[in-house]
């Protein structure tokens, strides 16, 4: 295929060189017969134009804020770091500037104060990581206004002023779950869904895994699965899981709603004489200990890392090519056991 320069295409439409330059990079005023013609050709030609040519000779830079739970407070949140980190890395000679900003994923006014932080820096996009519903809408309604691009990983909001979201469909990884669980758990058995650490009515992802999870196991045929959820803290999930388990009953099986499933592998262990299936999310190191020994049966992967990279290299890819920022990009829901957990933590 012949590599088209301006000067060809400025002869071929019959205008000046300078028009041209500004129709490809929309700069600068050109009349509306120029514009016709110079974007009629570019399309016959199928020009392509060297975006990193373009790029290098951009001198505007870009600030991006990404805003997530602290790694230090949540092991969960390290893989994202490094997936940042990357994007630092390779972005930086373009004229992008990436910042983190870290809150406490338990307390919403840290949530609140980090975002105002963010904002009074006045960045060109921010990415969010929404664990907080109600409050995550009210600061993202603040970019807006602010003329900020708003994207999200790992929890998704139904929400216009939202750019992108990155991350998996939470109902189908529920339901993928509940597959799972059907797969192991005999029929008209007990099942517990437990929510770890996290205020349930203002978390998203909990409740759309959850929903997936009950959609799933309750439309089966031939089966009548006894579903009960909890939403517990830290520092009662011993004493309430201990309670449920001593007493007289059919649990069979234990989802965990977030990454935290290990908490609940320990204590299962207590009842070695009670045959209990987990299922759960995420690869730390705790979890790959007990699904090492099958104390834990599947984790899904939810991949943070890949999730804070791609999502930031749509938003540098916007800002460098003018590259379409997609509505939605959703991740495969990789399903880890005993057997194949080595080819996931080797990155």
């Known amino acids: 295929m012949k590599k088209y320069t301006i000067k060809d295409i400025a002869k071929l439409a019959g205008v000046s060189k300078g028009t041209v330059d500004r129709v490809i ?3 600068g005023k050109v009349s509306q017969t120029a514009l016709d013609k110079v974007t009629k050709l570019l399309e016959e030609i199928d020009y392509q134009p060297n975006l990193i040519a373009r790029s290098l000779k951009n001198s505007k830079s870009y600030h991006i804020c990404v805003i997530q739970p602290d790694p230090e407070i949540d092991p969960y949140w390290q893989p994202c770091t ?7 890395n390779e972005y930086k000679s373009f004229g992008i500037t990436i910042d ?5 994923h338990a307390e919403t006014h840290s949530f609140l104060k980090v975002n105002e932080e963010v904002l009074k820096q006045s960045p060109d996009a921010v990415l969010i990581t929404p664990v907080f519903h109600k409050e995550s809408i009210e ?3 603040k970019y807006n206004a ?6 999200t990983i790992n929890d998704p909001l139904e929400l216009n002023g939202i750019t992108s979201y990155v991350g998996q469909d939470l109902i189908q990884s529920g339901r993928i779950a509940a597959r799972l669980m059907e797969m192991i758990v005999p029929k008209n058995k007990e099942i517990l869904i437990i929510h770890l650490d996290e205020v349930f009515n203002n978390s998203i992802h909990m409740q759309l895994k959850e929903k997936g ?3 799933y196991l309750k439309n089966l045929s031939n089966s009548n699965y006894n579903l009960k959820t909890y939403s517990l803290q830290q520092s009662d999930l011993d004493e309430k899981l201990h309670s449920l388990l001593n007493n007289p009953n059919n649990v069979s099986g234990i989802f965990v709603t977030t990454s935290k499933v290990y908490s609940v592998a320990k204590i299962v262990q207590d009842f070695p004489d009670l ?3 987990i299922i759960g999310y995420d690869l730390l190191d705790e979890n790959i200990k007990y699904i090492k020994n099958n104390a834990i049966d599947f984790l899904i992967n939810q991949n943070p890392k890949h999730q804070s990279y791609l999502c930031i290299t749509q938003l540098a890819e916007y800002f460098l090519f003018d590259k379409k920022i997609p509505k939605q990009k959703l991740l495969p829901i990789d399903i880890v056991n005993s057997e194949n957990f080595d080819g996931y933590t080797n990155d």
Not at 82 to 88: H, L, M, Q
Not at 146 to 151: E, G, H, L, P, Y
């Open 25 to 27: 990079h929309k700069r």
């Open 82 to 88: 490094k997936g940042v980190n990357d994007a630092i």
């Open 100 to 104: 983190s900003y870290y809150f406490n």
């Open 139 to 141: 600061v993202i309604k």
């Open 146 to 151: 602010n003329n900020v691009i708003v994207s």
């Open 213 to 215: 999870f009950k959609n």
């Open 275 to 277: 045959d209990i299936k």
